[in-house]
Antibody
Framework: EVQLLESGGGLVQPGGSLRLSCAAS????????MMWVRQAPGKGLEWVSSITDRTYTTDYADSVKGRFTVSRDNSKSTLYLQMNSLRADDTAVYYC????????????WGLGTLVTVSS | EIVLTQSPGTLSLSPGERATLSCRASQSVTSDFLAWYQQKPGQAPRLLIYATSSRADAIPARFSGSGSGTDFTLTISRLEPEDFALYYCQHSKTFGGGTKVEIE
């Protein structure tokens, strides 16, 4: 059974940093691209970042470019999102998701971790 | 940058009725990368349809997808009580704004 378990969310002051982790199990983690998607309270889904499986090519939404860094450790089956210079509008539930390997459809999602940026 | 516009914003229907949800892209997109998701309150999204018309694992046959170019559609043939939820389309790394299917 595929499982994705996010951790690392919490309350942080504007300008602060957080590192999210996503522990994956139930599939060959190293064989699939992965992504982070967020959802602000009461709002829709926003793709944040992605990383491919073998070349580790990364991509970012303009809203987070230069502040967030995605990475993966295939030996630990873990995806990361380092978030720096956090702003109030980064407040959201952050989901880790597995890409289907065909396009960028996310066929499995974690339960999400809440990041709140507030003073 | 591709923008996906979903309509209507809210669809009010009764169980047993047919639901037709629209997703329009600001420019022609690859059908292979068009997906649909369902999201219920407090839950993560669930993949329904990928590559425009392929149902994901364990998705009931009442859900179907179609379209090409800039216009895509998710159809729920007969609404079940558990189908009342939010629906999002996605192309590659862009999501639409969502359509809420609510009980009339």
């Amino acid at each position: 059974e595929v499982q994705l378990l996010e951790s690392g969310g919490g309350l942080v002051q504007p300008g602060g940093s957080l590192r999210l982790s996503c522990a994956a199990s139930g599939f060959t983690f190293s064989a699939y691209p992965m992504m982070w998607v967020r959802q602000a309270p009461g709002k829709g889904l926003e793709w944040v970042s992605s990383i491919t499986d073998r070349t580790y090519t990364t991509d970012y939404a303009d809203s987070v470019k230069g502040r967030f860094t995605v990475s993966r450790d295939n030996s630990k089956s873990t995806l990361y999102l380092q978030m720096n210079s956090l702003r109030a509008d980064d407040t959201a539930v952050y989901y880790c998701a597995k890409a289907d390997g065909y396009g960028w459809a996310a066929d499995f999602w974690g339960l999400g971790t809440l990041v709140t940026v507030s003073s | 940058e591709i923008v996906l516009t979903q309509s209507p914003g809210t669809l009010s229907l009764s169980p047993g009725e047919r639901a037709t949800l629209s997703c329009r892209a600001s420019q022609s997109v690859t059908s292979d990368f068009l997906a649909w998701y369902q999201q219920k309150p407090g839950q993560a999204p669930r993949l329904l349809i990928y590559a425009t018309s392929s149902r994901a694992d364990a998705i009931p046959a009442r859900f179907s997808g179609s379209g090409s170019g800039t216009d895509f559609t998710l159809t729920i043939s007969r609404l079940e009580p558990e189908d009342f939820a939010l629906y999002y389309c996605q192309h590659s790394k862009t999501f639409g704004g969502g359509t809420k299917v609510e009980i009339e």
